[in-house]
């Protein structure tokens, strides 16, 4: 059965930094594509950052290039999310999600199959 379990949320200072973890389980990470989705109160859910299975080629949105990273540790079955230079507007709950696909195209929320349950990120002086 696959499980997702996000951590490493929490309230941050505008231009801190927070790191996000998805451990997954009944799966192996590197046959799927991952990704990082948010969802801020009253707004849709968008795709933050996704990862290919295999070559690990990347697709990140616009509002965080530059500033986020993903990674992936195959040997701990577990992708992360280093938030760098924080923004009020980054504020919302973080979501890891998994998918069989080689790719989640556009990384577009509506295509994964498995969803973490999520974990709040704040970013407020």
């Known amino acids: 059965q696959v499980h997702l379990v996000e951590s490493g949320g929490g309230l941050v200072q505008p231009g801190g930094s927070l790191r996000l973890s998805c451990a997954a389980s009944?799966?192996?990470?590197?046959?799927?594509?991952m990704g990082w989705f948010r969802q801020a109160p009253g707004k849709e859910r968008e795709g933050v950052v996704c990862i290919s299975s295999g070559d690990g080629s990347t697709y990140y949105a616009d509002s965080v290039k530059g500033r986020f990273t993903i990674s992936r540790d195959n040997a701990k079955n577990t992708v992360y999310l280093q938030m760098d230079s924080l923004k009020p507007e980054d504020t919302a709950v973080y979501y890891c999600?998994?998918?069989?696909?080689?790719?989640?195209?556009?990384?577009?929320?509506?295509?994964?199959?498995?969803w973490g349950q999520g974990t709040q990120v704040t970013v407020s002086s």
């Open positions: 999600a998994a998918d069989r696909a080689h790719m989640i195209g556009y990384c577009s929320p509506l295509i994964p199959d498995y």
């Open positions: 009944g799966f192996t990470l590197d046959h799927y594509a």
